[in-house]
Structures are given as structure tokens and as C-alpha cells.
């Protein structure tokens, strides 16, 4: 076993490292949608039963989770931003370091006018990068404006009290329609049976 690993080895782990961090947060994103689900099916329930505290529990954890996941997606979000900018960032390192390596080979074989217009187009580049990071700074001003609007409806009010009741309330009925139907046809099913007995 090698007592020292090599920046390749290291660059390697580096990256391994990200990504488990990446499906780890997408992993808590998931059993986050999972946790909103269980409380609407318990809420729907409270309702049903007219059990108001437990309702109101439901209703409680509903939001923590909400904010929970809108914490969490944030997080993602700022740490797959993050690693990107350190992959560009090292990008532009190794290609500073080349334009001076070619620089100062250019320098001793070039004419002064040659190496200006290398000096030019490192120029260039410089503003290209800086560019580069601007465009970088804007997207993740609109990321944080894009998840602060997520946990509002179309019309971007936040979803109310009421708003939560009326969606229980329809997942109810639709449960109550789909179990009508279904004893429906298994009472056309019994009769069927039946009729074949005789």
C-alpha cells in the first residue's frame, strides 16, 4: 500500500466524495416527499373521523416538512453550484499555468509583435473568465428567487390554512369514490357467482 497518494488518486477521491454527498441529499430530498405524503394521508384521515387535534398535528408537520425539503433542496442545490465552480476554477488554473508555460516559451522564440498579440489573447481570456463568473453569481441569484417561490401556488401566495383543508378534503372524496366503486362491482361480482349456482 502507497504511503502517499497522488494528486490524480486525490482528485479521484475528491470527486467520490461529492458525489456520495450528492445522492446522500437527494436520498433526504425523496424520504422528505415520502414524510409529506404520510401527513396528508393522516390529516385526510383526522378529518374523516373528525378528529380535530390530530388534524392540526398533521397539518404541522405537513409544513415543517415542507420547509424541511425546501432547506434541503437549497443545500443541494448551493453544493452542486459550489462544485462546479471549484471544476472551473481548477480549469483556469491549469489553463493560467499553460498560457504561462507557452508564454515564456513564446517569449524566446517570438518577436515582440507575436508575443503582444499572445498577450492579447490571454487578455481575452481573462475577461472571458471574469465573464464567466458573473453569469455564475446571476444564475445563483435566481436559484435562491426560484426556491423561494416553491413553496408558493401559481398565483404566489404561500399555501394557506385553507388551501390545505380543501386539498384533504378532495383526496377524501376521491378515496370515498374509488371505494364505492369498488364495492359496487364486487356486489355485480357476488350476484354473478350466485346466479351461476343456481
Request: charged letters at 35%; proline letters at 0%.
Amino acid at each position: 500500500m502507497a504511503l502517499f497518494k497522488s494528486k490524480q488518486q486525490k482528485e479521484i477521491e475528491k470527486k467520490m466524495l461529492i458525489k456520495r454527498t450528492i445522492n446522500t441529499m437527494n436520498k433526504q430530498i425523496n424520504k422528505l416527499e415520502e414524510q409529506k405524503r404520510v401527513f396528508v394521508e393522516a390529516a385526510k384521515k383526522a378529518k374523516q373521523k373528525d378528529l380535530e387535534a390530530q388534524y392540526n398535528l398533521a397539518l404541522s408537520g405537513y409544513k415543517m416538512t415542507v420547509q424541511q425539503q425546501k432547506r434541503a433542496q437549497e443545500m443541494l442545490l448551493n453544493f452542486e453550484i459550489t462544485a462546479q465552480m471549484k471544476d472551473v476554477t481548477m480549469m483556469t488554473s491549469e489553463f493560467l499555468k499553460g498560457m504561462s508555460d507557452i508564454s515564456k516559451e513564446m517569449s524566446k522564440l517570438a518577436d515582440a509583435k507575436e508575443f503582444a498579440k499572445i498577450q492579447a489573447q490571454f487578455e481575452q481570456a481573462m475577461v472571458a473568465v471574469e465573464t464567466q463568473t458573473d453569469q455564475m453569481d446571476n444564475f445563483m441569484e435566481m436559484s435562491q428567487e426560484t426556491f423561494y417561490n416553491a413553496g408558493k401556488d401559481k398565483s404566489g401566495k404561500e399555501m394557506s390554512d385553507e388551501d390545505f383543508e380543501k386539498f384533504i378534503m378532495e383526496q377524501a372524496s376521491q378515496d370515498e369514490l374509488s371505494t364505492e366503486n369498488i364495492d359496487k362491482e364486487m356486489e355485480a361480482l357476488r350476484k354473478k357467482i350466485e346466479d351461476s349456482d343456481k
